[in-house]
């Protein structure tokens, strides 16, 4: 069977002198891997169109039965050119993309993960500052459409004493400093504030958003322990250890 969706390329290594594996994340059939043969040669059909974070249209052929595909076209759909010509995008983007490899079941639609993922990365090559922003926003909004949104009240938030307090990783509820949950993390009042505007905000606020970077920092752990808590051994530590260096 031939098929014809759209994809966002998120991984692709080198196979044999000329083809290139190339993991897809489509809106048709989610998560899938296919063979790009002679993709690697100097006047490739494929051009650029599989380099991790690429917004393409594929064409392939498609069996059940089997765990690799064979691609026959790939166009870009909106090349995301200013995203490879800063080091902060390009580590944002591609966090964005190692999370959604990870978390993702094979052949999963999710249709709204897509959507997700491709918003990101839109508003990222747009962005003209606090594009680092848009991280955390999309672990949230992940989180919430794989089904552990954080669970934020506003009053507690707004009534949180000067000394901070705690985060539930449970819940991803932020509680006061005297709770007593047993996956609490304590953590400052402005990142706590910071956090469930993450988990609650639109994308123009979040890119207004001004984080000092200690902030920032604290901010990031909390989301990542958040979403670790929740999926556990398949959160990928790859990218993060690029993101440290960042926050350093």
Not at 26 to 40: F, P, W
Not at 93 to 119: I, S, T
Not at 131 to 141: D, E, S, T, V, Y
Request: aromatic share 6%.
């Amino acid at each position: 069977m031939i098929l014809r969706t759209e994809a966002v390329v998120l991984r692709a290594m080198k196979y044999g002198e000329t083809s290139q594996i190339a993991t897809l994340f489509t809106r048709e059939k989610g998560k899938l891997a296919v063979i790009a043969k002679g993709s690697r040669l100097p006047k490739s059909r494929f051009g650029s169109t599989l380099q991790p974070m690429s917004y393409t249209q594929v064409v392939f052929y498609y069996k059940a039965t089997r765990g690799l595909q064979t691609l026959t076209e790939s166009a870009h759909v909106q090349p995301f050119h200013n995203i490879g010509r800063d080091l902060e995008k390009m580590t944002v983007g591609l966090r964005a993309v190692e999370l959604v490899y990870a978390l993702m079941q094979e052949e999963q639609e999710h249709a709204d993960v897509f959507n997700l993922l491709l918003h990101t990365l839109s508003h990222l090559n747009d962005a003209t500052e606090r594009a680092r922003n848009l991280l955390p926003l999309f672990q949230m909004r992940l989180a919430a459409l794989l089904g552990f949104a954080p669970q934020i009240d506003r009053d507690i938030v707004a009534a949180l004493p000067e000394d901070g307090g705690l985060l539930d990783l449970d819940t991803g509820a932020v509680l006061p400093p005297d709770a007593l949950p047993t996956t609490a993390r304590k953590a400052s009042r402005t990142a706590l504030r910071a956090y469930a505007i993450f988990a609650r905000a639109d994308t123009e606020a979040v890119l207004r958003m001004h984080l000092e970077p200690p902030v920032r920092s604290e901010v990031e752990h909390l989301v990542d322990d958040y979403l670790r808590f929740h999926v556990e051994d398949a959160y990928p530590s790859r990218g993060e250890k690029v993101l440290s260096q960042l926050r350093r």
